[in-house]
């Protein structure tokens, strides 16, 4: 389980030659989508370290523990598998954020771009709540964002993505900023231990848990209070 730096650098994504990645194209079919999804969404050139490592993990159905530094393009790790098709599983990626107006800036900045993205929160209004309820439950966003608190007390949410589950429609979990899940970590926030309802509920669904700050008995703790399966580090 040991951390492999991946840094590829292409000019021009539409110009391709799917010879010159015919190593990756042997193992993962969803290669050549995942960069051009890179070119076109979100107008990067290449991938930085580690980022195609957890990407090609998450879209194989693993569990993933992603450390990188804050800066780092962890966001990326988990924004690009949502939009690529040709992956293990399909459908909504679930983020749990454990701050509003950091969900807030990432669904601006997603929805800047077309993709179908949204945030529940206790903030919301009736009437908001309820119409994004109604896309999450009919499968119609690429990625929502959720707080923690959220998952803890809204059966409402639970039950939204047990239908997503039963539909084939849950394609993977994220838990950003997951050192609060570890009581060891500087940021503990109880409502990020009832997350290992995730794999208890649906073993079958990947989950990458997101960092920037974790020794290694935060990043055990982690591992253990999430119940990743083997994750990809």
Known sequence: MKM???HVDIEEVKDVNPEDYKDFHTKFEWTMEAYSILKKTFH????????????????????????????????????????VESGITHGTTIVISPLISLMQDQVEHLLAKGIKAA???????????????????GGFLKLIYISPEMISASNAAKSA???????????????????????WGHDFRPDYKALSYFKTEY??????????TANEKVRMDIIHNLKLNKPNL
Do not use: W
């Open 44 to 83: 990067l050139n290449s991938f930085r370290s580690n980022q195609l490592e957890a990407i090609n993990a998450v879209l194989s159905g693993e569990d993933v523990f992603v450390l990188m530094p804050t800066g780092g393009g962890k966001s990326l790790c988990y924004q690009l598998p949502a939009l």
């Open 119 to 137: 945030m529940l929160n206790s903030k919301a209004g009736m009437s908001e709540r309820k119409n994004i309820f109604n896309l999450f439950i």
């Open 4 to 6: 492999i730096s991946i």
């Open 203 to 212: 073993p079958d669904i990947p989950v990458m848990a997101l960092t920037a």
């Open 161 to 183: 993505i047990g239908k997503l589950y039963r539909d084939k429609r849950l394609a993977r979990i994220v838990v950003d900023e997951a050192h609060c899940v570890s009581s």
